[in-house]
């Protein structure tokens, strides 16, 4: 069964580092997506991605922040300069049509 | 703004007890409506969903839910626990009007199983 692939599991930064999360969605889908989950809270949007641009953003999804899809497969949330509060687990997930999303096993990020 | 509502922070059952995990979510339409699960180490996997027509949809791992538009709840339900099924349980909520929209999930809640 087809799945979304992230890497790595788990990242270690130090604060205003940049780090790049990568994930490699199902390969017919055409919607991307990340979330993250800071510890003990819910499941939050960040960005969602379509047609080579950014369709809707949250807030949280600042000028720190910036997604790519850099060839045919990967697609990557860069964080530019990490703060403490950036600790958590990233989600990627991907959908074919926009409905049905399913997501990566996500990136654990800490930082320090 | 969309919100979802999982009342419950932690439950404990028997292996072989039934199980129902509370939704409830507030959205002006009718929502495309989810449930994940979320075992340790691993990702959001997608129990069942809800778009339309019968309102009691069946899902994987012997799950199911049924949507009550008058309460405003998607329940979850099984009959019957294994102590596979101990894991985080999230809802949640899409509107999908144009296919980017994102998905509006609960705060989970955590299922325990004991023998």
């Known amino acids: 069964e087809p799945e979304v692939t992230q890497t790595p599991s788990h990242q270690v930064t130090q604060m205003g580092q940049e780090v790049i999360l990568r994930c490699v969605p199902i390969?017919?889908?055409?919607?991307f997506y990340w979330y993250r989950q800071i510890l003990g809270q819910k499941v939050e949007f960040l960005v969602s991605?379509?047609?080579?641009?950014?369709?809707?953003k949250s807030e949280i999804f600042d000028d720190q922040f910036s997604v790519e899809r850099p060839d045919g497969s990967n697609f990557t949330l860069k964080i530019r300069s990490t703060k403490l509060e950036d600790s958590a687990m990233y989600f990627c997930?991907?959908?074919?049509?926009?409905?049905?999303?399913?997501f990566g096993a996500g990136t654990r990020l800490s930082v320090l | 703004a969309q919100s979802v509502t999982q009342p419950d922070i932690h439950i404990t059952v028997s292996e072989g007890a039934s199980l129902e995990l509370r939704c409830n979510y507030s959205?002006?339409?009718?929502?495309?409506l989810f449930w994940y699960v979320q075992s340790p180490g691993q990702g959001l996997q997608l129990l069942l969903k809800?778009?339309?027509?019968?309102?009691l949809v069946q899902g994987i791992k012997g799950f199911e839910a049924e949507f009550k538009r008058s309460q405003s709840s998607f329940n979850l339900r099984k009959p019957s626990v294994h102590w596979s099924d101990a894991a985080e349980y999230f809802c949640?909520?899409?509107?999908?009007?144009?296919?980017?929209?994102?998905?509006?999930f609960g705060k989970g809640t955590r299922l325990s199983v004991i023998a």
């Open positions: 997930a991907s959908s074919e049509q926009g409905d049905i999303q399913y």
């Open positions: 390969s017919n889908h055409l919607y």
């Open positions: 991605f379509y047609n080579n641009e950014i369709s809707e």
């Open positions: 959205y002006g339409a009718t929502p495309y």
């Open positions: 809800y778009f339309s027509g019968d309102t």
């Open positions: 949640a909520v899409g509107p999908f009007l144009s296919g980017n929209t994102p998905l509006v």
